[in-house]
């Protein structure tokens, strides 16, 4: 199909309230990634997964934060508990195969907002 | 872990001249260096990049330089026009963090008609 895609485009929530973000990659793209974008700043990485495995998860900020791919295709990214700090846009990103060679395509990504 | 440095964070041109945006990084294990540019409420868009055991690449009116020993790499745009206006991203990569690139914070380039 067409690039990744990810919903809610926008997400405003409570402190305190539990959330969901989805990500779609591209068919057949083995690697997806997920990053935390703040206001002036670059992409920080969160995790991503080879398949259906978290391959590595340093990026989580703490253990409120938890992201699985059951299915090795589609991707759900989850914030417990949520803080004020946690307002960013999350971009997702899927590659045909892990690796800094692999091209990464990001999708349009979730403002969430936490008030 | 890797600490990718950028700038300048903003850089203003007239339609027509060069822009550079540096980068420096700090793991030597790192091997590759895309660049992407974000438009205002878009993703990130992969422009260009350059492997380690090159020294230069160039696609049309951009080109990308790596000084492996300085640990800097560098993003050339020239004949700038007004579409270029946009934020550019360095970022770097290793095959011992196979998937996880560090980005820079980004420039904002603006190009005046």
């Known amino acids: 199909g067409a690039g990744v895609s990810q919903t809610p485009s926008n997400k405003v929530t409570e402190k305190g309230k539990y959330v969901e973000l989805r990500c779609d990659p591209i068919?057949?793209?083995?690697?997806l990634y997920w990053y935390r974008q703040s206001l002036g700043q670059g992409p920080e990485f969160l995790i991503y997964?080879?398949?259906?495995?978290?391959?590595?998860d340093s990026g989580l900020p703490n253990d409120r934060f938890f992201a699985v791919r059951p299915e090795g295709s589609v991707s759900t990214l989850k914030i417990q508990r949520t803080e004020r700090g946690d307002s960013a846009v999350y971009l997702c990103?899927?590659?045909?195969?892990?690796?800094?060679?692999?091209?990464?395509?990001f999708g349009p990504g979730t403002r969430l907002t936490v008030l | 872990g890797e600490n990718v440095e950028q700038h300048p964070s903003t850089l203003s041109v007239q339609e027509g001249d060069s822009a550079v945006i540096k980068c420096t990084y700090s793991?030597?294990?790192?091997?590759?260096f895309p660049w992407y540019k974000q438009e205002l409420g878009k993703r990130p868009q992969l422009i260009i990049d350059?492997?380690?055991?090159?020294g230069e690449k160039k696609d049309q009116r951009i080109a990308v330089t790596l000084n492996k020993t300085a640990k800097h790499f560098s993003l050339h745009i020239t004949e700038t026009q007004p579409e270029d206006s946009a934020v550019y991203f360095c970022?770097?990569?290793?095959?011992?963090?196979?998937?996880?690139?560090?980005f820079g914070d980004g420039t904002t380039l603006t190009v005046k008609p």
């Open positions: 990103a899927s590659s045909l195969l892990a690796g800094p060679e692999n091209e990464q395509f």
């Open positions: 970022a770097a990569s290793s095959n011992t963090n196979a998937g996880k690139s560090t």
């Open positions: 793991d030597s294990a790192s091997n590759y």
């Open positions: 997964f080879q398949g259906t495995g978290a391959a590595d």
């Open positions: 068919s057949g793209h083995t690697a």
């Open positions: 350059i492997r380690s055991n090159v």
